[in-house]
């Protein structure tokens, strides 16, 4: 048995387990993930977040040839044990557990690069909150997602925002709610890597003070139905808009069964990012005996 200090938070109900690694020494494993995010024989999460050097992991030192300023990287690892390239909800967590212990210490206003597996991702800190750049998005391709408590396979329009979403537009609140996500949804054509799956409907009404607002619930790639996801928020605006056209605002509301997300489109000289804004919290710490595996 060995003893590992953790810390539990989350953003909008999307929960992560937090680790500090800064040299890479815990040896990190699918099963240990798996056992950390277990909700009855572990502690219980949607995901891991390790915080760790980037000069400590292979992936970080190619971060570091990008951004020599991206000290930390958000090791991120799914409930099933699997790594993913990015984390809307868990990297504003990951910035407020930096501060929290002491690891960064930026002044109000100040961006601080982040090392991801989709790259170096800047993270202003607000004075009320955390908004992550997550870059540029990408369409991709659309595939049928079918769903159970869908009578027949919805159009799905794929988007990368670092990692893979599939969205569907519902057709109202109820067919909203009468979805059964402890099933996985599924794909046709089906997608390599996988993806998450968001389903949207629009709020009533739709546009309120030029920002446009949705209701979206998400099956996650590697974890299933969580309360939130912060990227498929913004794959899910971003969908909408491509679908509404150009009276769509670039300010979106996402609200999500663990709260709500601001989503926005901005342009860069290098074409289109897109941010995202929301809350991030620390519920407590503590330390858990980790079985030999
Ligand atoms: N909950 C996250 C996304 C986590 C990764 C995802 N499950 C994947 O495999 O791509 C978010 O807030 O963005």
Redesign the pocket.
Known sequence: MTTLSFTKGH?TG?DFVLLTDPEGAIDLTPELVRFLCDRRFGIGA??VIRAVRSRALPEGETILEQEPEAEWFMD?W?ADG?V????????RVYTHYLIAEGLVAPKSNDTLPLGTRAGVRDVLVGASGYTVDLGRWRLGKERLVAASGLDVARPGLGIE?G???VVAVLADEAELDGLNLEVQPSFEPTPAA???AEFVVPAEPLLHNGIAHIRMR?F????GE?L???????ASALAFRHWGGEQMPNSWSVEVPGGRLAVRMFATEEGEHVS?SGPAELVYSGEIEVPAF
């Open positions: 953003g999307n949607d995901g991120y799914n699997t993913a390239e990015m984390c809307g909800n868990g990297i925002v990692n893979p979403h996988g993806a998450n998400v996650e790639r590697g974890v969580t939130s996801c912060g990227t498929g928020a913004a995202l």
